[in-house]
């Protein structure tokens, strides 16, 4: 079956303007995760939506980060007013539900460079 | 602070032989997971192997196994009969919220013929 998708693939934007990045989980899969993977603070969490519910949304970096998901599905990462130190690879994962015992199956992730 | 540590930043091995990657974790919990992903240069994260706190038995899958030692928090990954398609970033994690993954900064392991 498909696995998780992410739109676009690469993104160049000017500092200052804002971005949307897609996610699109497996089929069924009621978890959805955002990760940043940056060369200088490695793999880190940034949200988590258990349905259509963010329980956490601890990781988010800032106020100008922010994410939706709607209709249990489709996700997209917002970040408004972008800064250089945004850029990096973002990475969506889903799982069968929000536990260990389910694998969080990744995307090919989001490479966004901000000029 | 770090939660996870995995203090090889490059390993290299020659094909068809064994190579060990370390990782150490902290945690208060006394369940959790514990995971070893492979990153290719195509970004894609492949889940290699996971481990239940709760079984003291080593989990293995076909070339890969690891040696968990709970008391010491120690999670190390060996990849035996090494192959060239087995070059890669290869990430140890840690779930012990339910949820999120707590990642390590990762080996790049260098497969040589």
């Known amino acids: 079956g498909a696995g998780v998708s992410q739109s676009p693939s690469n993104k160049v934007t000017e500092k200052g303007k804002d971005v949307e990045l897609r996610c699109d989980p497996i089929s069924g899969h009621t978890a959805l995760y955002w990760y940043r993977q940056s060369l200088g603070q490695g793999l880190e969490f940034l949200i988590y939506?258990?349905?259509?519910?963010?329980?956490?949304k601890s990781g988010l970096p800032s106020d100008r980060f922010s994410a939706e998901r709607t209709g249990g599905s489709v996700s997209t990462l917002t970040i408004q007013r972008t800064q250089q130190e945004d850029s990096a690879v973002y990475l969506c994962?889903?799982?069968?539900?929000?536990?260990?015992?389910?694998?969080?199956?990744f995307g090919p992730g989001t490479r966004l460079t901000v000029t | 602070a770090q939660t996870v540590t995995q203090s090889q930043p490059e390993m290299s091995v020659q094909e068809a032989e064994t190579v060990t990657l370390s990782c150490t974790y902290d945690t208060s919990e006394s369940d959790y997971y514990l995971f070893w992903y492979k990153q290719p240069p195509s970004r894609q994260m492949i889940l290699v192997i996971r481990?239940?706190?709760?079984?003291?038995q080593n989990a293995t899958e076909n070339r890969f196994s690891v040696n968990f030692q709970k008391a010491a928090k120690s999670f190390s990954l060996k990849i035996s009969d090494s192959q060239l398609g087995d070059a890669a970033m290869y990430f140890c994690?840690?779930?012990?919220?339910?949820?999120?993954?707590?990642f390590g900064k990762g080996t790049s392991l260098l497969v040589t013929p």
């Open positions: 939506f258990q349905g259509n519910s963010a329980p956490d």
């Open positions: 994690a840690l779930e012990n919220s339910g949820y999120a993954l707590n």
């Open positions: 481990q239940e706190a709760y079984k003291q």
């Open positions: 994962a889903s799982s069968l539900d929000g536990s260990g015992s389910y694998e969080q199956y």
